[in-house]
């Protein structure tokens, strides 16, 4: 099995929004998530696509306009990768699920299944409960996941998307504003993470007062609170999965290059289609 990973869009070297450096690193250091993933990746074949030059600009995504740069961006990339015939399997790396469905059409035309975070949490989440909640990093990113609900046409299964107003690191917010970038190195290095904190508090508020029964993570980059919210809601008595979107977007490619399946042929039509049905329900 041969899988090909494509993160949602890579930072030029001096922006103040990138993670890590890129410049010289290997796929596993590149792979933000690598030290969770790694084991699902064990005996699999797999590489790793910065993705497009950030197209909206030097600082990560969360509106819907930069959403739908960054997709389209992703798209000749995901093309390129089907028609070389050398990958069974594309992973799209990025909460947002940036150009997911267009991506999906793209590799029925070759019989490769393409699979995303959001996406691959929700269906992995329908398999251990029956509601789910988002923990979500801000007001802007959460109106994004809303619409991705709809869209998947989990609105029924959905019990609600928590904002804990911890940000991507971008231009719109001044100087000061507490964001997402260094609250991983915060709980890494014994000290206190008010976003963990804050995510502790919205997912039990989420599993009390909404009715959920698993707990996924809106933003990819948020990937690092899954242990510590899974333990501390353990230790709060709350035998709930807490799922995050990496390890649910390989697993789900893993699975379904094992079934020998991938998208149905009336959900992306073949261009042109071979039939033409009169009638289509939504």
Known sequence: MRLLLIQAFSLPPDSPGAYRRMDGATKEEALMNHAAVAPLLAGVEWDLHPGALAPHGNWPVETREEFAIAGVARLPIVREACESGTYDAIVLLGGGDPGF?????IGRRHR?????NAHAQ???AMTLGNRFSFVDISETHNAHMAELVVRYRMAHACASIRNIDHPLPR????AGRVTLKGEAEKHA???RSGMLEAAVEAAIAAITED?????????????WLREP?????????WDVPVLEGYRCAIAMAKMLVGLGVDASGITFPADPPRHK??????
């Open 101 to 105: 469905m267009e991506a999906r059409e």
């Open 112 to 116: 490769i299944p393409v699979t995303a």
């Open 122 to 124: 929700m269906h992995v």
């Open 171 to 174: 231009p719109a917010y001044p």
């Open 189 to 191: 290095a014994g000290e």
């Open 211 to 223: 009715g959920a029964e698993v707990i996924l993570l809106g933003c990819s980059a948020a990937f």
């Open 229 to 237: 919210l899974q333990t501390r809601l353990l230790e709060a008595g």
């Open 277 to 282: 049905r009169r009638r289509r329900f939504v």
